[in-house]
């Protein structure tokens, strides 16, 4: 459908000879993640609505989208995969933090393990967007300042608002669980291939 809906967003732009044909591609590609992003977002959006959970919502988003873009890790061979991992990350995350209130001294050793696995091995790379030395040291850079900014926030939130705190917790969970997948896929890979 993202597909679909790039090439005649595209082909429009390239008629009215808003992009050059050769850049075509770049500009599909380019469009196809946009709309695959607001279409999954919306979804969120619209469960989180329909269940009245806004500020679990809110709050997942924001965990989820500013940390794993510098983080990397699991990604979909198509955008239906896409968007059906990140709603039940959504779904899973905004379950638990309704149900199973997370302790406090679970944060420290959730900031600790997330802290370990994104420094040795963040970020995890798409292998169709591959990262230069330097943006990896940014990516990892940031994604460690953010991963603790998020996690102390929880920690310090859960005195006020254990529901946004929870939300923060299993939304963390969910990031360093995407980052582990791949590292487990490549070595089994690599076992395999032995």
């Known amino acids: 459908m993202e597909n679909k809906l790039a090439k005649w967003i595209c082909g429009r732009l390239r008629t009215k000879q808003v992009i050059d044909e050769e850049y075509e ?42 940390i794993r873009q510098y983080t990397g890790g699991y990604h979909a061979n198509s955008y239906i995969m896409c968007k059906l991992c990140t709603v ?10 309704n149900v199973f209130p997370v302790p406090r001294l679970l944060f420290l050793a959730l900031l600790i393990i997330g802290c370990v696995i994104i420094g040795f091995f963040g970020p995890i790379e798409n292998m169709h967007k591959p990262l230069t030395d330097q943006e990896k040291r940014k990516h990892k850079i940031t994604a460690l300042t ?44 690599h076992e395999k291939a032995r």
């Open 88 to 97: 039940i990350s959504f779904g899973i995350s905004v379950f638990l933090a």
């Open 25 to 66: 591609e770049v500009y599909i590609y380019g469009l196809e993640l946009i709309l695959s992003f607001l279409i999954s977002t919306s979804i969120i959006l619209v469960i989180g609505i329909l269940y009245g959970q806004i500020i679990s919502t809110l709050t997942f988003l924001a965990t989820f989208i500013l």
């Open 146 to 189: 953010l991963y603790v900014i998020w996690s102390v926030t929880g920690f310090a939130i859960s005195f006020s608002m254990p529901l946004v705190s929870n939300t923060v917790f299993y939304t963390l969970c969910a990031i360093i669980i995407l980052m582990i997948i791949p590292l487990l896929e490549r070595r089994t890979h």
